[in-house]
């Protein structure tokens, strides 16, 4: 089979290099990849968001199966569009996408369904949500209402804080038309752990489960980014807590999706805060979590393109998704100065040096005159798989010292909640 990968971070290449191991697959492109990924694939000069020009590609090229990567072309529709071109896609509709692309729409469904979640308020009005957090006090959650590429969220810890983010989201318009609406909620306190799942309908494999460290710094200090690092699976996290998220979270929402008449076919990623009062839901997205798939496909035992086939053909339940009996920890290798603004152009030494069974995930990479430089905030992500998680890490951290550029920063501190 011909296949495509919507995307060009790290999260399509941990997709890139999962499909590439599938017997079935003869010929991958991705658009518009990156250097890591063109180790793997060919890389067609196409953005995320052209999907015409995608649709056009996949076409031409009689691709069979196309993957999309990040949430932007699935909000823009990508999924509809290819279908009614007759072109195979997976990914969740433009419709069932808003689980993601609206938190207002994530919210109501989560209440309409009792799902459990954060009580929250939303608000288009400034002075409303000024009186609102007033009256609320910190801690408290602001999120601007659309995507703003995982950036959009501040956990204000004092009044200062909050009265700033909201000044800056829908005063100072920061984020665009996404802090228009902003969502203030409740502040939950406790674990937060990430659990994908394969969905068909009410169809739910559930992925091993991972931890994301979203703060900057070590011990969760600084400002939120896209996310610094993680693990899979969760030693000190108890199977049955896994079990009650599927029962209690996971299958009501794909069962609530259906019901609201947007059916969810696609990865969805489920956010949760594991709190006193039990596991809540902090957000959906409608694709793979970056940088979770970085850990979770290397522990994928089954065939990939499997399991999106049979999910196609509305199979999926009859597919056995098998996991590794091993740990990943994927250490993100970011540039000096993210998530505010950062230089690109570094050249990255000692990728040579990374050889199976640890993989170096391009994120933000380019490539020029034979060498490989840095182009974006999150550079690399470095993933180690070992037979339990103390190996994985030691050999994650011996690898990122292998790799060198200007003003590199990475958390030394991945996995280590588990241990605590
Ligand atoms: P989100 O983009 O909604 O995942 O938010 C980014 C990060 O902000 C999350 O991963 C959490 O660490 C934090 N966060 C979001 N909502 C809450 C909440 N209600 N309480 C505490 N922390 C939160
Ligand atoms: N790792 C967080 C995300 O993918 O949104």
Avoid at 300 to 310: C, M, R, S
């Amino acid at each position: 089979m011909k296949v495509l990968v919507i995307g060009g971070g790290g999260r399509e290449h941990a997709i890139v290099w999962k499909l590439s191991q599938s017997p079935k697959v003869t010929q991958i492109y991705c658009a518009p990849g990156n250097p890591g990924i063109a180790e793997l694939a060919e890389c067609v000069s196409i953005a995320v968001s052209d999907i015409k020009k995608l649709a056009d590609f996949a076409q031409k090229e009689q691709i069979d199966l196309t993957f999309v990567g990040p949430e932007e072309p699935l909000s823009l529709g990508i999924v509809n569009y290819f279908k009614e071109q007759g072109l195979a896609v997976y990914g969740p509709s433009k419709e069932a996408s808003l689980i993601e692309g609206s938190k207002a729409f994530a919210k109501e469904l989560m209440m309409k369904y009792q799902i459990p979640t954060a009580k929250y308020s939303s608000f288009t009005n400034y002075e409303d949500a000024l009186s609102f957090v007033r009256g609320e006090g910190a801690p408290i959650v602001i999120k601007a209402d659309g995507l703003a590429a995982g950036k959009g969220v501040v956990v204000a810890k004092t009044l200062e804080e909050a009265e700033e983010a909201l000044q800056s989201m829908m005063q100072e318009v920061s984020f665009g038309s996404a802090g228009a609406r902003v969502v203030i909620e409740e502040f939950l306190e406790g674990e937060e752990l990430t659990l994908l799942a394969f969905v068909n309908r009410t169809t739910v494999k559930a992925m091993v489960p991972a931890q994301d460290h979203k703060q900057v710094n070590d011990g969760d200090k600084g400002p939120n980014t896209g996310g610094m690092g993680t693990y899979a699976p969760l030693p000190h996290i108890d199977p049955s807590m896994i079990e009650r998220i599927i029962n209690e979270i996971v299958k009501p929402t794909a069962k609530a999706m259906v019901e609201e008449g947007c059916p969810y076919e696609g990865i969805l990623y489920t956010g949760l805060m594991l709190t006193k009062s039990g596991p809540k839901v902090i957000e959906y997205n409608a694709r793979f979590g970056d940088p979770e798939t970085q850990v979770v496909l290397p522990l994928l035992e089954t065939d990939l393109l499997e399991i999106l086939i049979a999910s196609l053909s509305g199979e999926l339940e009859n597919v056995e998704v098998k996991w590794k009996d091993k740990s990943a920890v994927c250490v993100i290798m970011s540039s000096a100065g993210y998530p505010g603004p950062y230089e690109k152009g570094q050249v990255i030494k000692g990728l040579e040096h990374i050889t199976y069974p640890t993989i170096a995930f391009h994120a933000g990479t380019t490539a020029k005159d034979g060498e490989i430089l840095t182009n974006g905030g999150r550079v690399l992500g470095i993933t180690a798989i070992g037979d339990h998680l103390k190996e994985a890490r030691d050999l994650a951290y011996q690898s990122v010292e292998k790799v060198s550029f200007i003003g590199v920063h990475y958390r030394t501190d991945i996995g280590s909640k588990a241990f605590r």
